[in-house]
């Protein structure tokens, strides 16, 4: 088998924590009665004792590296099951697996995916034909316009809410303005405005909490400013998108998600943000309830070894129907991707693939990341601040920078610097969009190799009442590891 199957392999194919802790305990408990593999190692099958009298069958099929299958008669509607996961960690293990043929019901759904996928070509060839593509972008390009003229119809209607609001003060915000706001949060679904919708919230949540009035109101101005921005910049882009023939969606920033699209993987291949192969190191990792999108999000950082931009994975969970999804696993390896899709962005924009095979984290890898590190923070701190110049970019860039040195100021403040001693102060991000947990308290814990001549990934934030823009760490990549200050 060429996919290295290992414990942290088999654990980020679990569904959750305690199905990969059952299934270890399957193993430990000698539940697998039987165990088998073909000859080319691309399937590993067997039974498992359950707690009716006949065994389960399960297995993995690996015939896809990037997309194992597993199957098991028991009733989870888990995939893998505990069962399936008990297998490949007895594989793992090295279990001894006897050589067998391939099941003829396994054989049978291998030769219906061949069909599916053989027709699933026949009717995209078909399809491709010039009178059925220009009917098709005919149809598709009247519904687009009045998709368009809806989500300018409820910009007006933001608009409108927004300078309301303006005129009476926040201030004055009781529980009526906060009801209307919220009806008005409703209202934006039906205009196809999404991310409108997921700021309204914000602001809403914001004007609801009664905690420390002065930070409060800093955090509700800037959120009204952020849907005012939303709004001018919406309806411009809009209105330039119905004076265009081709109608074509902007992959230069991320308004079309502010405005609600969903990006398709198709439509990103069409504009040409199709990666090829490519080797992917995750150096942070981060989980988050996001009330304005009423989601969890599992948030990864990644590199590229041998490029210096710092790429974004998201995985949300809707809170409707966070039972059926799966949370996303951090890696502690590097994964190999044979393709992957870029979406428009800012400094970190976001990835995505569909499939995977783990690698180990060795040195050399981790030395050509850390090559990749911002030595001046005069530079980082310049690109920084022309990005967060647009109100919808994202408000917590991430970056790689080189520490010369930390050390600690008169009022017990953090810093570090870089090799030409410019300072930059350290905190904890305070936002109410991306409430990730504080880390600096754990800076006395780490090794002075890890606090001086060493490599940080980290994430900024300016604060606007005070004009300072701080820098909280992620994570250090050392020579030998990377250490994580969030999980």
């Known amino acids: 088998m060429a996919i290295t199957i290992d414990d942290q392999y088999i654990d980020s194919l679990a569904p959750n924590a305690a199905a990969a802790k059952n299934g270890r305990g399957l193993l430990q408990k000698k539940k697998l009665v039987a165990l088998y593999r073909t000859a080319d190692d691309t399937l590993i099958f067997g039974e498992c004792a359950g707690s009716g009298k006949s065994n389960y069958q399960c297995s993995v099929d690996f015939i ?11 009733p989870s509607r888990q995939f893998p099951c505990k069962h399936a996961l008990a297998i490949m960690y007895a594989y793992a293990a090295g279990e001894t697996f006897n050589e067998a043929p391939i099941p003829e019901d396994i054989a049978s759904k291998r030769e219906k995916l ?6 699933k070509e026949e009717r995209e060839q078909s399809a491709s034909t010039p009178a059925e593509s220009a009917r098709k972008k005919t149809a598709s390009k009247n519904a687009l316009k009045k998709k368009i003229q809806a989500q300018l119809d409820g910009l007006d209607l933001l608009e409108k809410l927004t300078l309301s609001l303006v005129r009476s003060g926040l201030g004055t915000a009781d529980k009526q303005v906060i009801k209307n706001i919220n009806d008005h949060v409703k209202q934006m679904g039906n205009y196809y405005l999404s991310g409108a919708q997921n700021e309204l919230r914000r602001l809403s949540l914001l004007l609801a909490d009664k905690s420390d009035p002065e930070q409060r109101y800093t955090a509700e101005v800037e959120q009204l400013s952020r849907i ?7 309806r411009a882009h809009l209105q330039a998108r119905l004076e265009d023939p081709e109608l074509a969606l902007d992959t230069d920033s ?3 998600e502010w405005l609600g699209h969903t990006w398709q993987l198709a439509e990103l291949e069409q504009y040409g943000l199709k990666q090829e192969a490519a080797e992917l190191v995750q150096l942070a990792f981060v989980s988050y309830d996001d009330a304005g999108r009423q989601e969890f999000v599992d948030l990864g950082y990644w590199m590229e070894p041998d490029k210096d931009t710092i790429w974004r994975t998201f995985n949300y969970r809707p809170y409707r129907a966070v039972k059926h999804l799966r949370e996303e696993d951090s890696y502690t390896g590097s994964v190999q991707v044979n393709e992957w899709y870029r979406y428009p962005g800012d400094l970190n924009p976001r990835i995505r693939w569909e499939g995977e095979i783990p690698n180990s984290l060795h040195a050399d890898l981790l030395a050509r990341v850390r090559q990749q590190a911002k030595r001046s923070y005069a530079d980082a701190i310049k690109t920084v601040k022309n990005q967060l110049k647009n109100p919808l970019a994202d408000a917590h860039p991430a970056m790689l920078l080189h520490v010369k040195s930390t050390y600690k100021g008169n009022n017990g403040e953090l810093y570090i610097t870089d090799e030409q001693d410019q300072q930059l102060l350290l905190g904890n991000v305070q936002d109410h969009s991306f ?9 006395p814990y ?10 940080w990934l980290g ?3 300016h604060h606007v009442d005070t004009g300072q823009l701080l820098f909280q760490p992620l994570s250090m990549i050392g020579e030998q590891e990377v250490i994580r200050l969030l999980y």
Not at 64 to 74: A, G, I, L, M
Not at 114 to 119: A, C, G, S, T
Not at 446 to 455: K, N, T
């Open 435 to 443: 409430p990730i947990p504080g880390t600096t308290a754990l800076l």
């Open 254 to 256: 991320p308004i079309e």
């Open 459 to 461: 994430v900024f934030q």
């Open 114 to 119: 061949e069909k599916r996928e053989e027709k």
């Open 64 to 74: 896809q590296q990037d997309k194992p299958v597993s199957r098991c008669t028991c």
């Open 228 to 234: 005012q921005a939303l709004v001018q910049k919406g």
């Open 446 to 455: 780490i090794a002075q190799d890890g606090l001086h001549d060493a490599v």
